[in-house]
């Protein structure tokens, strides 16, 4: 049996192998999240959405651990797994529980995330939690959410930040490129959203570490 982790991105697909977990990677389209999680066989007992979030109100602030206690959209709400998200809330004391929100395309503005706070009273927003979860309904599997912040409620991230990744998840250099030749003023904000990535990693590895294998998933035996 094994614990699938919901990513968006290959660096965090990379962590997560690292943790005894199988990434599935949705490179930030929902739809291809969702063939994949529905393509996996019957030997999954857990699933994690894992990796970045985006913040909607002043707190949670960038590099600071989050566990989902709902995701929610506009006509949906899961419950997160109480046994298991238990015993990260013990092993992190320091994370925040909170309510994510779900979204089909990047939060790109202030006023957007401002719009999704108001709208749901979540606290953070990424791409992957509602598949996630919608999946593991389906499947009548436990499930839980585990993710740090990396741009916080006041930032609007750069185009060349939103380009699309590759299928597996990857930055695509020249699409980066290209975005900076047509807009080179956004250079300094994408440097900033280059640095709060980086900070919000390295919580992330280090909440992996403490959790260990299989993120203390009760289930996995």
């Not at 996996?40 to 894992?50: A, I, K, N, T, Y």
């Not at 651990?65 to 998200?85: F, N, Q, R």
């Not at 919000?200 to 996995?220: D, I, W």
Request: aromatic content about 4%; hydrophobic content about 45%; some cysteine.
């Amino acid at each position: 049996m094994k614990v699938i982790a919901a990513v968006g991105l290959a660096k965090e697909a990379r962590y997560a192998r690292r943790f005894g977990l199988t990434p599935v990677i949705s490179a930030a389209n929902t739809k291809l999240l969702t063939r994949r999680l529905r393509a996996l066989g019957p030997d999954v007992c857990g699933v994690v959405s894992l990796g970045l979030a985006g913040a909607l109100a002043p707190i949670p602030e960038v590099g600071d651990a989050l566990i989902g206690t709902h995701v929610v959209t506009d006509h949906e709400h899961y419950a997160c797994d109480p046994g298991w998200s238990r015993v990260l809330r013990t092993k992190l004391p320091d994370a925040h529980s909170v309510v994510i929100v779900g979204v089909e395309e990047p939060a790109m503005h202030m006023s957007a995330k401002k719009d999704l706070f108001r709208a749901t009273g979540a606290h953070a927003v990424d791409m992957e939690s509602h598949i996630a979860a919608r999946f593991a309904h389906e499947r009548g599997l436990p499930f839980v959410v585990l993710r740090v912040v990396s741009d916080d409620c006041h930032r609007t991230l750069p185009p060349a930040a939103l380009e699309r990744l590759s299928l597996k998840g990857n930055p695509r250099l020249f699409a980066i490129l290209r975005s900076l030749m047509r807009e080179p003023d956004q250079f300094g904000e994408l440097m900033r959203t280059a640095r709060e990535a980086g900070i919000a990693f390295k919580t992330l590895l280090r909440v992996l570490r403490v959790l260990g294998p299989g993120l203390g998933c009760p289930y996995l035996g």
